[in-house]
């Protein structure tokens, strides 16, 4: 047994290390992968989240009009005030790593889906190996979809 947690600390260590050592194109491309497999498993027609009103075009026209996206927040008045900085529509979308000041460990920021349910889909914002801001959670209401919460990160 302690030869196991032994090897597996090893095997930690060491990508530990190699990320390290990875220069910020490589762990770019990491992420990047992630991130467009991700916008490729939520835009899937036959995915269940795309049933009756698509989870797909919902966003796509909530990331884009304001109008809509307020129309559309399920957020209390504390929330909307406290998060009014994020409820931007150009925020509702899947980001490869990008350069954003305010990271303790890392000055790179990506947003890739998460969690995608029938009624649930979450948007995972964060810094590059380290930690989630936030995660925006949508939900299905009566047929329709909602921005119904944000979740604080780490």
């Known amino acids: 047994m302690k030869r196991i947690l032994l090897a597996l600390a090893i095997v930690v260590l060491s990508t530990t290390v190699a990320m390290a050592q990875m220069s910020k194109e490589d762990i ?8 467009e497999e991700s916008i490729e498993l939520m835009e899937n027609p036959s995915e269940k989240w795309n049933a009756a009103e698509s989870f797909t075009s919902f966003i796509k026209k ?6 809509f996206m307020k129309s559309r927040i399920k957020l209390t008045a504390a929330q909307q005030s406290e998060y009014a900085d994020l409820l931007v529509p150009s925020n509702f979308q899947a980001k490869v790593p990008f350069e954003k000041e305010g990271g303790e460990e890392s000055e790179l920021f990506y947003q890739m889906w998460g969690e995608m349910q029938y009624s649930t889909v979450h948007l995972d914002c964060g810094w590059v190996d ?17 921005l119904s919460k944000i979740v604080p990160g780490e």
């Open 28 to 35: 770019i491309k990491s992420y990047t992968a992630d991130v």
């Open 62 to 67: 909530f990331s884009t009009d304001e109008d």
């Open 130 to 146: 380290s930690y989630y801001t936030h995660t925006y959670e949508f939900k299905r209401l009566g047929g329709k979809w909602f």
